[in-house]
């Protein structure tokens, strides 16, 4: 007859249960079934053969985060000690008992205790796994950019009600200054157009920077077709109109933060594709980590995911790119070249991501240098000049990062022996 010992970790210790009197899993499993909400019944199935309690709170915490960072600790158990490992069939089920009875199970174990130790360990477990999260400052980026696209949508829309509502008073403010964020703060401004007058031409010049528009939207106003509006109706339009103005400003703020961050995050991503681009690459691969493990051919139709499962399906063209597409070197390449130069820039774009990701001291020398071979390329593909090899700018990039650590560290040393010699001696007693 086979035995089944189950391995159980708890927030209190290691346990090891057997299963006793059972044949195959597949048979046995009913019974399982029908004991695991009954102690008496359970008790019948499963017998505690060890209890190995942790001594303290922080070896709890070592022994959880070595079992959740092993995913296969069953093979290395069954590597180690020779024992087969097993968690399909009746496994789940006795387990799910244990869990359910656990307390009952150990001796000098109560239910209060059990939940302290839960509690307390999954508060310590929390704050490590948040503590050394390797991807916690990649999440502002991606929750940034996610903002920031938001935005744009919300800004476009609303700017667009604005002018539709405003038209209706004065339709000629549309001509003059299309803009949106500019239209906006005219109709905040304006209000009715009928009071607009000589004296009105300075601010109106403030805000939109050029006397020339401001002065034909005094001369429009005196003769304008539009509808008279209510008072009442001008105050809501006014109120709309300042929060468009707000939520732009608002906007603005959002992307020098969104640079700010990429520019400590992902310097040399985002000196060689920009913030936003780079911002998005990031936000589509979950965090700069899973990013720098993509291939350049993933990367580059990253994306594009739907059109190259079209693709596929059809056995039609695959897409050339996906969000490198907004980059600058997409467009200003030949349309021959959009697709080599796409594929050289995602090859790029992999060894600045993999830089940025798993170099201890952060700089944007790399990104510069790949940027320029980029721009060499694209000069290639015009010119036919033969831009220089890969190890090469890689080795300069390596000299000039080398030649900027060694002059900060003598500008410490000069700082730090200036400090020294200002240093005034304490009298002696």
Request: glycine letters at 4%.
């Amino acid at each position: 007859m086979s035995k089944l010992y189950v391995l159980y970790e708890h927030s209190a210790g290691f346990a090891l249960f057997r299963v006793t009197e059972f044949e195959e899993l597949a048979a046995f499993l009913p019974q399982v079934e029908e004991s695991v909400t009954d102690l008496q019944k359970f008790n019948s199935v499963v017998t505690l053969v060890a209890f190995q309690p942790f001594k303290s709170a922080v070896l709890a915490l070592e022994n959880i985060n070595a079992v959740s960072e092993d995913p296969k600790l069953g093979a290395a158990i069954s590597e180690a000690l020779e024992i087969p490992c097993s968690h399909t069939g009746a496994v789940p089920e006795v387990i799910r008992g244990i869990r359910h009875h656990f307390h009952s199970l150990i001796k000098g174990l109560t239910a209060k205790a059990c939940s302290v130790a839960q509690l307390g360990l999954g508060h310590s477990y929390s704050r490590a796994r948040v503590k050394f999260n390797v991807h916690r400052v990649d999440n502002m980026i991606i929750q940034s950019i996610a903002l920031l696209d938001q935005l744009d949508k919300d800004v476009n829309t609303f700017s667009m009600r604005i002018r539709e509502w405003y038209s209706y008073h004065f339709p000629e403010l549309v001509n003059i200054v299309p803009e949106n964020y500019l239209y906006s703060k005219c109709a905040e401004f304006i209000k009715d157009r009928k009071t607009l007058t000589d004296e009105s031409v300075e601010p109106l010049t403030d805000i939109l920077g050029d006397s020339e528009k401001a002065q034909a939207i005094i001369d429009a106003s005196k003769m304008s077709m539009g509808m008279d509006i209510s008072p009442v109706d001008l105050i809501n339009i006014q109120m709309f109109a300042s929060r468009v103005v707000a939520l732009s400003n608002y906007r603005k703020q959002i992307a020098e933060y969104l640079h700010t961050k990429m520019a400590s995050v992902a310097p040399n991503l985002t000196t060689l594709v920009g913030d936003q681009v780079g911002a998005r690459l990031i936000s589509k691969a979950g965090s700069l980590t899973s990013l720098a493990k993509y291939p350049a051919s993933t990367l580059q139709i990253l994306g594009a995911e739907k059109a190259l499962f079209r693709a596929l399906k059809t056995r039609s063209a695959t897409p050339k790119y996906g969000l490198l597409y907004h980059s600058s070197f997409i467009g200003r390449a030949g349309v021959k070249n959009k697709g080599r130069i796409s594929r050289y820039l995602a090859n790029k774009c992999s060894i600045a991501s993999r830089i940025d990701c798993f170099s201890e001291n952060l700089s944007s020398v790399f990104g510069e240098k790949l940027r320029q071979q980029v721009e060499d390329r694209l000069k290639f593909y015009e010119t036919g000049d033969i831009p220089m090899k890969n190890i090469d700018v890689m080795k300069q990039a390596i000299e000039e990062i080398t030649q900027q650590e060694d002059a900060s560290a003598k500008k410490k040393k000069k700082k730090k022996k200036k400090e020294q010699n200002n240093e005034v001696p304490m009298d002696e007693d």
